[in-house]
């Protein structure tokens, strides 16, 4: 306001009220402050400046303000239902129930009335009631309304300090919020409660990764394995935060160890879904060739079996060295898009044992709608020379991938007849690193059955996975953007390494019928979107 121009209550707050309405929140307190240090007992300034601290977080301040507004207009609906509110927000249901009670006597009524009214009944029987604040917390949970749930979740564990789930839903609200801290003092809160509990340890863990606290999360799961060695989702976690730091050997180890757990004892855990004709074709394949033939029918079911057949490491390279010339790093800096194609990616032995591994091992658990299966290093796709290839590919590029982290791997089994192969997407990390394995003669052409592999990128995470998640608005996006793209062929043992934000999908291929003839392409991600 201009101190040059007399001051006028009245246009002050016509003006103040239309910063207001104009969503001009700091502009309208400005105005509103400035009546009430003429004004004090100003109602509408009062009222209206505590809307806006209460909108911005600051309950706490504007619970005077309402008090005030009301106090100078005890009739008035509005300031009544304002203040019943705020002192809902700020956890005082005693109080609001107190307020709409005397609000009742001046005849106050109406839908919103006894909407507010029912939540402040609620909230004092939650007061109360430990059980009450826990189902209030879990509900707000899942409505995603993260802020209530940590406050009633602390609630209930402030009235009940042994619920062990109060704690761990907590953990899990505070780190969705982003408060990694916060939640690893929950999760060692809950450990006095309860020292020889493996699931909080395994909780803990997983907050200390998400903080990046590494080596405390290494010692938590760790903890949690020695109280419970069957804990299988430990070792999962114990996998995934060793192989993503440096120790990729380790790590599927842990991997593998959890795969055995799961499925190692006869019988696959049940599926919420029926399998898919292309899953069920592969399994009838797959047991025909571990047993030689046409297997018996009392032979067991693939999906009931745990089978590792080869895998080892090899004693001598498992990627081949001489792909890592000066011209291929020049190739890689100038490319546009950014990718190299790499031949002979492997060595003869390592493409030979890999082949043998993913024909024999029963790990292809995971299912895509678009006829094809997976394979992940938590289902047994973790042999020791997975790892060796991995580390490898970092050792023999280390100007492409060692600043990046190892991320991912995964591999793809295709059906001849049944898949239609991946939709266009993008990865959420940075480098890709793709090679084929099955053999040349499978591919009926061989000019295709590789990736396509366009020159865009999504501009930021959200994007990409709005992107990712509908494949019209994807291929809008790319005509719209003028993209253009680059067909790779599929060639046993060749390698594509690109950059993993430009978008990409299966190229069409026509493969021959056969167990042994199915398309498969072992993918690793390295660091991560930015």
């Known amino acids: 306001m201009d101190p040059t121009v007399p001051f006028s209550l009245e246009v002050v707050l016509e003006e ?111 007061s109360a009631d430990p059980d009450g604040l826990f189902e209030a917390a879990v509900h707000q949970h899942k409505l995603g309304k993260m802020d209530e749930a940590i406050r009633f979740y602390r609630q209930a564990i402030a009235a009940d300090p042994r619920r062990l789930e109060a704690y761990e839903n907590f953990g899990v609200a505070l780190i969705a919020g982003g408060h990694h801290e916060e939640a690893v003092k929950i999760y060692r809160q809950a450990l006095q409660v309860a020292p020889d509990n493996a699931a909080m340890l395994d909780n ?49 180890e842990a991997f593998m160890t959890r795969a055995r757990l799961v499925y190692g004892n006869g019988k696959a855990p049940p599926r919420q879904e029926a399998e898919p004709l292309h899953k069920i074709k592969h399994d009838r394949e797959q047991r025909d060739y571990l047993a030689g033939g046409k297997a018996p029918d009392d032979a067991p079911a693939v999906a009931d079996m745990f089978h590792i057949e080869h895998g080892e490491r090899l004693e001598g390279p498992a990627v081949n060295p001489a792909n890592a010339t000066a011209q291929l790093l020049d190739q890689w800096n100038k490319a546009d898009p950014q990718l190299v194609v790499i031949e002979n990616i492997l060595t003869d032995e390592a493409l030979k044992q890999l082949r043998l591994f993913c024909a024999g091992s029963t790990v292809w658990r995971r299912l895509y709608s678009a006829g094809y299966i997976g394979a992940i290093p938590a289902d047994g796709f973790a042999a020791p020379l997975l790892a060796q290839i991995a580390e490898e590919l970092i050792s023999t590029y280390p100007q ?29 990390s940075t ?98 979107f930015k």
């Open 400 to 428: 492409i991938l060692k600043p990046h982290k190892f991320h991912y791997l995964g591999a793809f089994k295709y059906d001849s007849e049944l898949s239609t192969g991946t939709n266009t997407h993008a990865d959420f």
């Open 204 to 252: 803990l863990g997983y907050a200390y990764t998400v903080q990046g606290n590494i080596e405390d999360a290494i010692a938590s799961y760790r903890q949690a394995i020695a109280l419970k060695p069957d804990f299988a989702e430990a070792y999962n976690h114990l996998g995934s935060v060793l192989s993503e730091n440096g120790r990729i050997a380790e790590g599927f």
């Open 431 to 528: 480098v890709n690193v793709n090679f084929y394995i099955t053999p040349d003669e499978a591919n009926l052409d061989p000019e295709s059955g590789g990736m396509e592999v366009w020159d865009v990128a999504a501009a930021d995470t959200a994007q990409l996975r709005r992107l990712n998640a509908d494949e019209n608005a994807v291929r809008e996006f790319l005509k719209t953007s003028g993209a253009r793209s680059t067909i790779i062929p599929h060639k046993a043992n060749r390698g594509v390494i690109f950059k993993s934000h430009l978008f990409h999908k299966t190229d069409n291929f026509k493969f021959r019928e056969g167990y042994l003839n199915k398309r498969i392409n072992v993918s690793l991600l390295f660091g991560t």
């Open 16 to 126: 103040a009220l239309a910063h207001h309405k104009g969503g001009r929140p700091r502009e309208a307190e400005t105005g509103y402050r400035a009546i009430l240090a003429h004004e004090p007992r100003h109602p509408i300034a009062n009222h209206n400046l505590g809307i806006v601290l209460a909108q911005a977080g600051q309950v706490a301040q504007s619970l005077p303000l309402f008090e005030a507004a009301l106090e100078a207009e005890p009739g008035v609906d509005t300031y009544r239902l304002s203040l019943a509110r705020a002192l809902l927000a700020a956890n005082d249901a005693g109080r609001a129930l107190t307020v709409l009670g005397e609000g009742k006597r001046f005849g106050l009524s109406g839908p919103a009335f006894d909407a507010l009214l029912a939540r402040a009944q609620a909230a004092r029987k939650f």
